[in-house]
C-alpha cells in the first residue's frame, strides 16, 4: 500500500509477459486492453504510466491493477511524485528531446 496524502503522483506499470501460447498472447492483450481501460497510456514498450490527483487516487488505481493481473509473468507497479516525472531526461540516439508535459486529466469530484 502506499501512503495517503493530496500530492499528485504517478503510477509506472512495467511488466515482461509471456506470449509463447495463444492463452499467454490473449492474457497479454487483455492485460494491456484494462491498464488503457483504467487511463494507463504506454510511454515504451511494456511500460505505462497513469497520473494520479493524490496518493488516495492512486491506491483505488493500485487495487483495480491487482484485479486484472495476467495469471503468469511479471507486472511492477512504482508510484513517482511530480516532481519525479518532471526530472525524467528522454534520448534519442544521442539527442535529447524535452520530457512531454503531463496529459490533461479530468478529475470528476
Same mark, same amino acid.
Given at each position: 500500500?502506499?501512503?495517503?496524502?493530496?500530492?499528485?503522483?504517478?503510477?509506472?506499470?512495467?511488466?515482461?509477459?509471456?506470449?509463447?501460447?495463444?492463452?499467454?498472447?490473449?492474457?497479454?492483450?487483455?492485460?494491456?486492453?484494462?491498464?488503457?481501460?483504467?487511463? #494507463?497510456?504506454?510511454?515504451?514498450?511494456?511500460?505505462?504510466?497513469?497520473?494520479?490527483?493524490?496518493?488516495?487516487?492512486?491506491?483505488?488505481?493500485?487495487?483495480?491493477?491487482?484485479?486484472?493481473? +495476467?495469471?503468469?509473468?511479471?507486472?511492477?507497479?512504482?508510484?513517482?511524485?511530480?516532481?519525479? #516525472?518532471?526530472?525524467?531526461?528522454? #534520448?534519442?540516439?544521442?539527442?535529447?528531446? +524535452?520530457?512531454?508535459?503531463?496529459?490533461?486529466?479530468?478529475?470528476?469530484?
Amino acid at each position: 500500500m502506499i501512503q495517503t496524502g493530496y500530492r499528485a503522483v504517478w503510477i509506472m506499470a512495467m511488466f515482461d509477459l509471456p506470449t509463447d501460447t495463444k492463452k499467454a498472447r490473449k492474457d497479454y492483450t487483455e492485460f494491456r486492453k484494462n491498464l488503457m481501460k483504467d487511463g #494507463f497510456t504506454m510511454i515504451q514498450y511494456s511500460v505505462y504510466i497513469r497520473h494520479c490527483a493524490s496518493e488516495e487516487n492512486a491506491d483505488v488505481h493500485y487495487k483495480r491493477v491487482t484485479v486484472f493481473l +495476467p495469471p503468469d509473468g511479471e507486472v511492477r507497479l512504482l508510484t513517482i511524485t511530480d516532481k519525479q #516525472f518532471e526530472r525524467m531526461q528522454i #534520448f534519442w540516439g544521442k539527442l535529447r528531446k +524535452p520530457t512531454p508535459p503531463p496529459p490533461r486529466q479530468l478529475e470528476l469530484f
